[in-house]
């Protein structure tokens, strides 16, 4: 699978062809000003919950994409009734297509719109393709729940969030790669804003101590794996 990071939580994965891009957030996000939204498509949108740094520019790429939206039932709902092509999940519920299944997961967060109404509870995604696995926490604590991923998942590569303040922090990262089981670990949720600064020297060489990977992708790079 080939890998885009393009900035904060978002992540473009392409899965032999088929563009799966999770938790948009790039208009809004000075650092990813070099990327246009304009410029984007996707098969499937995938949003782990409904805060505006995930959700922001999902709208206008589902519809220049004529994506569909995967999301819990009140995310997937709130895109439907602006006329985007949805499927909604619960916890528990995977959505299954031929190229890829994608598993909605425990997240420990709060999730509402932007307007302050209700978006469910927030989640991540555990996606399986016919050669790859991967998972996508989007905004959570560490959580026990994270060790009920390798009963069922032999993870390639996740994507955690790491900047702490409002999920969990590099710290917490690192053991939640052990309670999932991978050592492939791409550091999301960090340095876009005050609040979630983190030394990404010191970051990595947490990881590295522990025989661990951190990768930390600059935001329009692209990795394959
Ligand atoms: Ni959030
Ligand atoms: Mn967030």
Redesign the pocket.
Known sequence: MRIKFLGH?CVQVDINGTVLLIDPFISGNELAKDIDVADIRADYILLTHG?Q??ILDAEVIAKQSDAVIIANYEVASYFGAKGCKMHPLNHGGTYTSDSFSAKYVNAVHTSSFPDGTYAGQPGGFVVQAQNEVFYHAG?TALTYDMKLIPKEFDLDVAFLPIGGN??MDYKDALLASSFIKCKKIIGI?YDTFGYIKIDQQKARALFDGDNRELILLKIGEEVEI
């Open positions: 939580s805060h740094d995930h905004d409002f999920t949720h």
